[in-house]
């Protein structure tokens, strides 16, 4: 169990440590985004909901939660948010993060086991130590538009993004995450 824990605890934030900064189509880009990657069957990527706002300036936010469950009621989770400069350029998505920050918001059981292991404490603080590095301050994404600007896909590593419609479930459940932290 702990090294599912410990595993999984540095794939999901190795994984989280991703921005981007240099896009072209700025005015098909503006506005808010919602982008879901869905872990593979082998537990080697994780879930993670993320919600992009991207203002005509080139500023914007994100806001997000990765998570990875192990079982019914072992849940390794983080939020994720940051302000940023973006931009558009030749089909890269760029972000430079001005400010952000990384929350566990972990199950009970997870902050258990972390609590009581020495090295899952030390792990996870280096993990974190890693998310703040400058090395995560500039991300580049290869990107493509689809649907008539309405779907957009992020990379390798990103799922399909698509823009935040009214009344989003998706939204409703990070303002749930975001008002318990």
Known sequence: MRKLILGSLVAALLT????????????TLDGEWICHTIPTQDKQTYDRLDHFVLKPDGTGALRGIS???????????????????????????????????????????????????????????????TFYSKSGDHVNMPIELKQNGNQLILGKDFATCRRVTENDKDIQLLNQWFVKK
């Open 67 to 129: 998570y990875i469950e192990l079982d019914k009621d072992t849940t390794i989770r983080y939020l994720t948010k940051g302000k940023v400069k973006w931009q558009s350029q030749n089909n890269v998505l760029s972000f430079d993060f001005v400010n952000r920050a990384m929350v566990p918001a972990h199950s009970n059981n997870v902050a258990k086991a972390i609590k009581q292991d020495k090295k899952l404490q030390k792990q996870e603080k280096e993990q974190l130590t």
């Open 16 to 27: 989280g440590c991703s921005g981007a900064s240099n896009v072209s189509q700025s005015s």
